[in-house]
C-alpha cells in the first residue's frame, strides 16, 4: 500500500508478500527503506505545524494532506500519537495538532523539591524554572519528562508558574530505599528526598524483604490521580540498614550506576593482550627515549597522561602532552565501546572507584606505567616563553616508555622546597621539573590575563581506617605541581580544539555558555551589598569582570562565600557538537582530549582524530559522526552529572558518620549559604552544617537580594563569609543531614 507526499509516491507501512521468500538482508533492507520514508514524513509534519502561517488542524484534517489512499490513514494517525507520546507535537482535547509553541507549552524536566512543589527546568537553558505547585505536577516526579501549560507568565521577581499536561518519560522505573511492612502489605520509603511518595508493596512482592532492608523497588504502576501513591514490587534485597556497604551500595544504584560489567564486555577484554606488540607501532612515532613521566596522586592505578618538556636552543619550550591510546584496544561499536558509552564516565567515591572501562584495561594496558611500552596519541607544542603562545604543532600517533610515576607530594617538594632526598633520587629529572614548572607559571599567567577565573575552592580528604570507618577529614592542598598538569592538560585541551575547530571536523567540545545577564546582575546587587564594585559591560558579561572582583577580596572566608555565589550564577559546563566556547576558561576554543581512561568524550574524539591521522576520514565517517555525536555529547553531560551526585552523596554519608559521636562539640565556621529556612555553616574541614531559624531567638527577615538575614527586635544580621561560632546538635545518617546551633558572640 502507497500514500503520496507531494506528489511522491511512498509506502506507509511495510507489505510483505507471504508467498514471495525474502531473504534477512531483504527484510532488513526494506524496514531501513520504510523507517527512513517515515522519518520524512515526520520531517515534513514538523516543518508544517512549525510555519508561521499554520493553524492547528484536526487529526483527519491534515491525513488529508498527507495521505492519499483512506486505508492508509490508521498508519497515519498512528505516528501522529507516537510524536505527541515523546513530545515531538502536542495533540489537545479536541483532537487538533500543533507544535508545543502553539499551544504555549514547555517541554523540561521537573525537579522536586523536599515539599510537594517543583519547578520545570529547561536542561538547554531555554527559559527561565517554572514553578509548580502540589496541585499542579498531576503524578509528576523529581526527574520526570514532562510538557508544562504555563499559568501564570513570570513577574517582578516571581517566577512563571504552570501545570503539568503531559508526562513524557519516566526519570526512574527502578528505585532505592527502605521497606518498611505489617505483613500483608508495604511500603517503600524512597532515598531520594525529592521523590515525595513511598511506594506500596502488595504482599507477594516483597520478595523476601524485611523490615528495616534496604531494596530495590521497580515501579509497576504510577497513580492516575493526585494523592494515590505509587506501586511497585522488590526486585532485589540490598541489605540491612544502617550497615556501611549497603548505604554505599544504596547510593550506587539510586543514581543508576552500575559496578560489575558483562559477560560480552569481560570476553571482549580477556582477548586483549597486556603488552604493547611488534605490529602494532608501525605508523607511530617513537618518543621511547624521551624523559617522559607522569604525575599523579598517590593512590592513583590509572595513568592516561604523561608529560615531556625541554628547553630549544631558540628559547622555546617544547611540550609534549602524551594520552593513552584507548581506542586502539575499544573499537567502536563493540561491547566495550557500548559498556563505555553508557556509563561516559568513572565515578570516584571515597573508598573505591566505578570505572568506566575495566581494571585490565585502565590499571594495565592502557595505564601509562612506568618502563613498559604503551601506545599514545602525542600533542607536541613549542611555546614561546614571551607571553605563553603556541608557535607550532603536532599531532600524532605515537609509542612511549615513561620514565617514572611521579606523585604531586614529591615533584612539589622538589620545586617548591628543593627536597634534598628526593632531588637526589630523581636528579635525571630535575632539569625537566624545573623547565615545567617555569613554563606552568607562563601558561597560568597568560591564561589568567585573558581574563580566566580562578574557582581555587578548597578541597577536603575523608580517610577511613582499615575498617571502612571514616577517622578523620584533611584539606586537600593544590600544590605547585597540580597545577602544573593542569596547565599542560588545559593547554592541550584548547590546542586539539581549536585544530580540529578549523579542519571543520565533526567533534565534541566541552562549553561553557555565557552566564544569564539576569543572574549576573542579581549577582553583582549581592557583590555590592558587600562593599565592593563589579563591572558589568552593556550587552556581554565577560569572565574577566567576574575575576576582578575576587581579586579584591583578600579576606578568605568572604572570598570563598562570594566566589560560591558567583559559580551559583554560571551555568553548568557541558559536552556538545558546537564549539561554543567556555566562559570560565575564557577559551574560544575548548575540548576535553587527555583522560580517555575515565571519560567518553576524550575517547570520541580520539577516535576521530585517529582517523584524520591515518587519511580514513570521508564523507561516510563525516555522516555517521554528525548523526552520533550530539546524543554522545548528551549522554556524557548526564552522566557526568549522575556521577558528581552519587560522589557529593558518598562524601555526606560518611561526614555523617564522622560527625555521629561529637554531638555537644563546639566548632569554628563560617556561613556559605543563607535560606530563608535556616543558615548553613561550613567548617575548616569542609563538613557543612544547618543552624535553623527556628532554633534562634529572634524573628528574622530574609533579603533575598543579597542574602542577609535581619533581626527584626535585634537587628542582628547574619551574612555570607561571617565566621561563627556552633554547637553540634543532631546528626541524621539516613537523612545525611548535620544540625547546628548558633551560640552567643557567633557573630
Known amino acids: 500500500m502507497v500514500g503520496s507526499v507531494n506528489g511522491l509516491m511512498l509506502p506507509i507501512f511495510l507489505y510483505i508478500n507471504p508467498y514471495i521468500c525474502y531473504t534477512r538482508s531483504e527484510i532488513i533492507l526494506l524496514t531501513k527503506e520504510v523507517l527512513a520514508i517515515i522519518d520524512m514524513i515526520k520531517e515534513r509534519v514538523l516543518d508544517l505545524i512549525h510555519d508561521p502561517s499554520y493553524k492547528p488542524l484536526k487529526k483527519d484534517e491534515l491525513a488529508k494532506v498527507f495521505v492519499e489512499h483512506h486505508e492508509d490513514k490508521e498508519e497515519f494517525f498512528q505516528m501522529l500519537d507516537q510524536m505527541n507520546e515523546v513530545g515531538d507535537l502536542f495533540i489537545n482535547s479536541r483532537d487538533k495538532v500543533a507544535s508545543l509553541e502553539t499551544f504555549d507549552l514547555k517541554r523540561g524536566i521537573y525537579r522536586g523539591t523536599k515539599s510537594r512543589f517543583g519547578f520545570l527546568v529547561s536542561d538547554q537553558h531555554e527559559y527561565e524554572d517554572i514553578f509548580i505547585d502540589g496541585d499542579s505536577r498531576k503524578g509528576a516526579f523529581n526527574g520526570d519528562e514532562v510538557l508544562v501549560k504555563i499559568t501564570r507568565p513570570a513577574y517582578g521577581n516571581n517566577k512563571a508558574e504552570g501545570i503539568v499536561v503531559k508526562i513524557l518519560k519516566r526519570a526512574n522505573q527502578d528505585l532505592v530505599g527502605l521497606f518498611v511492612g505489617n505483613g500483608s502489605f508495604g511500603f517503600v520509603i524512597v532515598d531520594d528526598k525529592k521523590f515525595d511518595m513511598d511506594i506500596f508493596i502488595p504482599k507477594n512482592y516483597f520478595s523476601g524483604a524485611k523490615n528495616n532492608d ?110 593513552a591510546d584507548v581506542t586502539h584496544y575499544v573499537t567502536e561499536n563493540s561491547p566495550l565501546d557500548r559498556e563505555a558509552l553508557k556509563r561516559a564516565t568513572s565515578v570516584y567515591l571515597v573508598d573505591k572507584v566505578i570505572p568506566m572501562l575495566p581494571k585490565k584495561l585502565s590499571n594495565g594496558i592502557c595505564s601509562l606505567n612506568p618502563m613498559v611500552d604503551r601506545l599514545s596519541l602525542s600533542c607536541i607544542m613549542e611555546v614561546e616563553p614571551k607571553n605563553g603562545k603556541v608557535v607550532k604543532y603536532d599531532i600524532a600517533k605515537s609509542v612511549i616508555r615513561s620514565k617514572a610515576r611521579l606523585t604531586y607530594h ?16 630523581y636528579g635525571d629529572f630535575l632539569n625537566s621539573f624545573k623547565n615545567a614548572g617555569d613554563l606552568a607559571k607562563i601558561l597560568r599567567k597568560r591564561r589568567f590575563k585573558r581574563g580566566a577565573i580562578d574557582f581555587d575552592f578548597p578541597e577536603s580528604k575523608i580517610q577511613l581506617d582499615g575498617q571502612g570507618i571514616p577517622i578523620n577529614i584533611v584539606p586537600y592542598e593544590r600544590r605547585t605541581s597540580n597545577k602544573l598538569i593542569e596547565e599542560f592538560m588545559l593547554l592541550a585541551n584548547e590546542t586539539i580544539a581549536e585544530h580540529y575547530y578549523w579542519l571543520k571536523y565533526p567533534f565534541v567540545y566541552r562549553i561553557h555558555e555565557e552566564p544569564d545577564l539576569e543572574k549576573i546582575l542579581t549577582l553583582r546587587n549581592f557583590v555590592q551589598a558587600r562593599g565592593y564594585s563589579m563591572r558589568i559591560g552593556r550587552s556581554e558579561v565577560r569572565p574577566s569582570d567576574l575575576q576582578d572582583v575576587l581579586n579584591k577580596i583578600e579576606d578568605k572566608e568572604t572570598k570563598q562565600a562570594i566566589g560560591t555565589i558567583m559559580l551559583r550564577s554560571l551555568k553548568q559546563a557541558k559536552y556538545s557538537p558546537s564549539c561554543d566556547g567556555h566562559f570560565g576558561l575564557a577559551a574560544k576554543y575548548y575540548c576535553h582530549f587527555t583522560s580517555p581512561i575515565r571519560r567518553y568524550p576524550d575517547l570520541q574524539i580520539h577516535r576521530i582524530i585517529k582517523e584524520n591521522l591515518d587519511g580514513r576520514f570521508n564523507d561516510k ?37 564522622y560527625m555521629e559521636d561529637k554531638i555537644g562539640q563546639k566548632f569554628e565556621g563560617h556561613i556559605s549559604s543563607i535560606t530563608s529556612f535556616g543558615i548553613f555553616v561550613e567548617l575548616e574541614n569542609g563538613i557543612e552544617g544547618l543552624i535553623r531559624l527556628s532554633s534562634l531567638e529572634d524573628m528574622y527577615e530574609y533579603v533575598e537580594s543579597t542574602s542577609v538575614l535581619v533581626g527584626q527586635r535585634t537587628g542582628r544580621t547574619f551574612m555570607l563569609g561571617q565566621k561563627v561560632e556552633v554547637e553540634l546538635v543532631n546528626v541524621n545518617v539516613d537523612a545525611r543531614e548535620i544540625d547546628f546551633e548558633m551560640l552567643e558572640g557567633g557573630n
Open 621 to 657: 565517517r563525516r555522516t555517521h559522526y554528525e548523526a552520533i555525536l550530539e546524543s554522545v555529547a548528551n549522554q556524557s553531560s548526564v552522566q557526568e552529572r549522575k556521577a558528581v551526585d552519587a560522589e557529593r552523596d558518598v562524601d555526606d554519608y560518611y561526614k555523617t558518620v
Open 214 to 323: 534496604k531494596v530495590v523497588c521497580r515501579v509497576t504502576e504510577w497513580p492516575s490521580e493526585e494523592g494515590k501513591k505509587p506501586e511497585g514490587k522488590i526486585i532485589e534485597v540490598l541489605g540491612q540498614r544502617g550497615e556501611r556497604y549497603v548505604e554505599i551500595d544504596s547510593i550506587v544504584r539510586a543514581h543508576g550506576l552500575v559496578e560489575g560489567f558483562n559477560p560480552k564486555v569481560i570476553n571482549q577484554v580477556d582477548n586483549i593482550p597486556d603488552h604493547v606488540l611488534e605490529e602494532e607501532l608501525e605508523g607511530r612515532e617513537d618518543f621511547r627515549d624521551d624523559l617522559v613521566y607522569t604525575i599523579d596522586g598517590d593512590d592513583s592505578k590509572d595513568f592516561d597522561d604523561a608529560i615531556s618538556v625541554d628547553l630549544l636552543d631558540n628559547g622555546n619550550y617544547r611540550l609534549g602532552v602524551h594520552i
Open 410 to 425: 614529591e615533584v612539589s617538594e622538589i620545586l617548591e622546597n628543593n627536597d634534598p632526598e628526593l632531588s637526589v633520587k
